[in-house]
């Protein structure tokens, strides 16, 4: 009988170890909860620095007297020997409100040749302006065909045919 009796100890001790391992909670992580990943953030654009103004030339006209505005009053391209011929060079600047500093020339060439400079002017270009070069040869100009050569910091920008007769 005594063999029973730790047949029994030892079931009664097996159903104990079952009955707390049935007892025990599966520990499992809790479900986490499915939300979006997170949007990426996007950092606002740098706005671009302006862009720095610039000056251009808009305009030449030719003639031998300017008004109070320094245009030309009569506009040409034939000129007797003894006149005095006005290159009236109109500038713009990108920005209206801008003061940009650079420098204006002007250069008469005959046969190809340049014949007169005029030293290049330096200008404070603020919006829209209008620069004057004047051209006098005492002895009179020979007939001919003439080309105006206008440059704005050091660069060929604009030209202008024109005769003696």
């Not at 008469?108 to 007169?116: I, K, P």
């Not at 004047?134 to 030209?159: I, Q």
């Amino acid at each position: 009988m005594m063999r029973h009796r730790s047949t029994y100890a030892v079931a009664a001790a097996l159903v104990a170890t079952l009955a707390v391992a049935g007892c025990k909670k599966d520990e499992q992580p809790a479900p986490e909860a499915s939300a979006p990943p997170p949007a990426p953030t996007l950092e606002p654009a740098a706005p671009a620095a302006p862009a720095a103004a610039t000056a251009s030339v808009t305009g030449v006209e030719l003639g031998t007297a300017v008004g109070a505005d320094m245009n030309v009053t009569s506009p040409t391209t034939t000129f007797a020997p003894g006149d005095t011929i006005i290159a009236a060079v109109s500038t713009a600047t990108s920005d209206p409100n801008a003061t940009v500093n650079g420098s204006l020339g002007a250069s008469l060439a005959f046969g190809g040749e340049t014949v007169v400079t005029q030293e290049p002017k330096t200008v404070a270009f603020a919006g829209k302006g209008v620069t004057n070069f004047e051209f006098n040869k005492p002895d009179g100009w020979p007939a001919g065909s003439y080309t105006l050569d206008v440059t704005l910091d050091g660069a060929s920008v604009a030209s202008r045919d024109f005769e003696v007769k």
